[in-house]
Nanobody
Framework: QVQLVESGGGLVQAGGSLRLSCAAS????????MGWFRQAPGKEREFVAA????????YNADSVKGRFTISRDNAKNSVDLQMNSLKPEDTAVYYC???????????????????WGQGTQVTVSS
């Protein structure tokens, strides 16, 4: 089992940047496919980005391609989301998530992730 804690959210103006971090507990972090999701008020939780266990491959939602970058450091048990050129529509609670231990395939649905952090608020003002 892995526990996830997000940090780095806040208030930023449109066009600005933020870097979210997710710290994971345990000694098997490198065995988890990791993802970031977000949920805006009144909307369903949606996929943002994911990264394979090795970090060699990443996947982004179309809405954030070219602006957001996911990365991980298995030695530090962390996964980050660098967010540039932020827009008001990026405003949401951002969640870090982990697929089941040992899962290899990256998926973009919430049902594919077993472990979730508590979320961190990102607000982008216009």
């Amino acid at each position: 089992q892995v526990q996830l804690v997000e940090s780095g959210g806040g208030l930023v103006q449109a066009g600005g940047s933020l870097r979210l971090s997710c710290a994971a507990s345990g000694r098997t972090f490198s065995s988890y496919v990791m993802g970031w999701f977000r949920q805006a008020p009144g909307k369903e939780r949606e996929f943002v980005a994911a990264i394979t266990r090795s970090g060699r491959s990443t996947y982004n939602a179309d809405s954030v391609k070219g602006r957001f970058t996911i990365s991980r450091d298995n030695a530090k048990n962390s996964v980050d989301l660098q967010m540039n050129s932020l827009k008001p529509e990026d405003t949401a609670v951002y969640y870090c998530a982990a697929r089941p231990l040992g899962a290899v395939v990256v998926v973009t649905t919430t049902q594919g992730y077993d472990y979730w952090g508590q979320g961190t608020q990102v607000t982008v003002s216009s």
